[in-house]
């Protein structure tokens, strides 16, 4: 089974930068849609950054020239760099894997997920 495990969450300053990371094991990825998802409380899940299986990626206009998404395919491992972080940023930041069409692809059409990383950005 598909194990995804998210780390590099925390707090930092509003205009500073943050990078999280998503280690994947159990399945092979090499046709794999990969993508971060993020959700504020009481909010739904928003996708944010995606990376389809031929290397093309997707932003959200929230993100968009902000952060981004990257793959080492060696060690199975998803990269999300963010910077001029603001603190509407805040929230649990999810990695997901799906095969198939990337984007535009809802939450609820990825069958994998971690279990998220914390980000806190402070005014």
């Known amino acids: 089974q598909v194990q995804l495990v998210e780390s590099g969450g925390g707090s930092v300053q509003a205009g500073g930068s943050l990078s999280v990371s998503c280690v994947a094991s159990?399945?092979?990825?090499?046709?794999?849609?990969m993508a971060w998802f993020r959700q504020a409380p009481e909010k739904g899940r928003e996708g944010i950054a995606y990376r389809g299986s031929d290397g093309s990626t997707f932003y959200a206009d929230s993100v968009k020239g902000r952060f981004t998404i990257s793959v080492d395919n060696a060690k199975n491992t998803l990269y999300l760099q963010m910077n001029s972080l603001k603190p509407e940023d805040s929230a649990m930041y999810y990695c997901?894997?799906?095969?198939?069409?990337?984007?535009?692809?809802?939450?609820?059409?990825?069958?994998?997920w971690g279990q998220g990383t914390q980000v806190t950005v402070s005014s």
């Open positions: 997901a894997v799906k095969g198939g069409t990337c984007y535009p692809q809802a939450s609820a059409a990825f069958p994998y």
């Open positions: 159990g399945g092979t990825y090499s046709s794999a849609c």
